[in-house]
């Protein structure tokens, strides 16, 4: 069943004449893991924006098409109602911490809302341990690394128990090290507690780990929907900008020496796994 459903959405911003989204279509469905990606300036983080009602809401501009979200229209749907269901996780986690410590922040979000004591107190203890942060507690936003506050604005978003993860980049502030440990942990989200996330990230060696399926824009039209095994038979890379996984571009220079592995393998243990199958032959 599709949660989320697009048709021919077009959009372009009050200060601009150019389309940044051009009849785009598509759904997904309930605990998917779906990947979007493109080339930068192609229409992604305006494509997650509408997904919300940032965009006409907040954003102004010309606007046509349909979209819904959990059979709501985010257009005319107050953000508020759109967010207590739909967690949106943005670049740079800075923008969406407030408050002075770890378990304030994450209450700030129920305390809006009008939670009672106890289930904010229950909430937020069940979104620090989910995130694997409730050593952090107490402290204090400044002393955080990059890594722990993405940690602490992606648990105040779980404390709302959403539906839908929509992330925006949310490893472009992030080590290798601290994107890998986030990645994990939206992998296990999805898998375990069956919250369906799109997933907008340029890192793709860890994103194709947990996505089932790709999404893929150039200049604001949708390309490409395909599982993401499938969409990594086609040169991604010089036809719209992806930025491949490293693993991909070495099975391209094997494929140019005459040996093919199909489907391609998306992660280090698969391609070993398949060379070992390939030695028993």
């Known amino acids: 069943m599709s949660i989320i459903s697009v048709n021919s959405l077009s959009f372009r911003y009050s200060y601009s004449d150019r389309y940044i ?39 102004e501009g010309e606007y046509s098409g349909e979209v819904r979200i959990l ?15 739909v967690g949106f996780l943005f670049q740079n986690p800075e923008n969406q911490i407030f ?23 229950e909430r937020v203890a069940w979104a620090m341990e989910i995130m694997g942060i409730s050593h952090l507690a107490l402290k204090r936003i400044e002393e ?3 890594g722990e506050k993405q940690k602490v604005a992606l648990a105040g978003i779980l404390a ?25 942990m939206l992998k296990r989200l999805n898998r375990e507690l069956g919250i369906t996330i799109l997933l907008i990230d340029h890192r793709l060696d860890l994103a194709v780990e947990a996505a089932q399926r790709i999404l893929v824009m150039k200049e604001g039209k949708l390309y490409i929907d395909l599982p993401i ?22 099975l391209d220079v094997i494929r140019r020496q005459g040996f093919s592995l199909d489907p391609p393998p998306l992660t280090i243990e698969e391609f070993i796994n398949l060379i070992k199958k390939g030695r028993t032959i």
């Open 21 to 59: 989204l051009k009849d785009i279509s598509f759904s997904i469905g309930e605990k998917e893991f779906v990947l979007l990606a493109g080339a930068s300036g192609c229409g992604k983080t305006t494509l997650a924006r509408a997904l919300v009602g940032l965009i006409p809401q907040f954003y």
């Open 71 to 85: 059979g709501m229209n985010p257009a005319t749907t107050p953000i508020s109602k759109i967010t207590a269901q």
């Open 99 to 121: 408050m002075t410590t770890v378990e304030r922040d994450i209450a700030f979000s129920l305390e809006f809302r009008g939670f009672s004591r106890e289930e904010m107190k």
């Open 144 to 146: 955080l690394s990059g």
């Open 160 to 184: 709302l128990k959403p539906k839908i993860l929509i992330l925006d980049e949310p490893t472009a502030y992030l080590s290798p090290m601290s994107a890998r440990e986030l990645m994990g």
């Open 229 to 250: 095994k499938e969409a990594f038979r086609q040169n991604l890379s010089k036809e719209y900008g992806v930025n491949v996984p490293t693993l991909i571009k070495i």
